[in-house]
């Protein structure tokens, strides 16, 4: 006897290609380079090395920001447990963790942010531990999520029955 589970995958925003970056930093590095040398020219050679500050500085927020790309996160709901896992980008691909919760008392919380400039947070508890999921989310999507993770594992004390057919559901 197969026992019925349900998958959800999340995995963060990347509508920049790699290649993509490459062009947006040469174009940007011309572009900075091209104006910090007319500078040294006319004798302002300060600009230059500021110049080169600034595009090292670029490339150190494009490389950072094309590794989330290999971030993932997952979440099994099956009869009896709650699983999460997630993956770090490569550098932290040593970093993978996997937490187990008891579906039965296991809840979904969504904590509201403390001032507007910051985000909310949705956590999955149970016996005095939590788990913060899908932080690379929207707003929107989080709270999509929430009620998706809420009709699958019900409130504490409750194990409604999973839904589907199984297949994993994916948000990004």
């Keep these: 006897m197969s026992v019925a589970a349900r998958h959800i995958e999340l995995t963060p925003h990347c509508s920049l290609s790699v290649r993509g970056a490459v062009v947006f930093f040469g174009v940007v590095c011309l572009g900075t380079f091209g104006v910090a040398g007319a500078a040294t020219i006319m004798g302002y050679w300060p600009v230059l090395p500021f110049a080169g500050a600034e595009m090292l500085l670029l490339a150190w927020a494009l490389h950072s920001s094309m590794q989330r790309r290999f971030e993932r996160e997952s ?12 993956r770090g980008s490569i550098p932290d691909s040593a970093r993978e963790t ?3 919760f008891p579906r039965h008392w296991a809840r979904v919380k969504i904590r509201r942010p403390k001032s507007p400039l910051h985000r909310g947070q949705l956590f999955i ?18 709270r999509h999520l929430a009620a998706e993770l809420r009709q699958l594992i019900g409130d504490m004390n409750q194990s409604p029955a999973l839904p589907g057919d199984g297949s994993p559901e994916q948000f990004s």
């Design 75 to 86: 979440i099994t709901v099956s009869e009896t447990e709650v699983i999460i896992e997630r």
């Design 98 to 100: 996997r937490v187990v």
């Design 125 to 142: 508890e149970s016996h005095g531990r939590g788990r913060e999921v899908g932080k690379f989310l929207t707003e929107e999507e989080r």
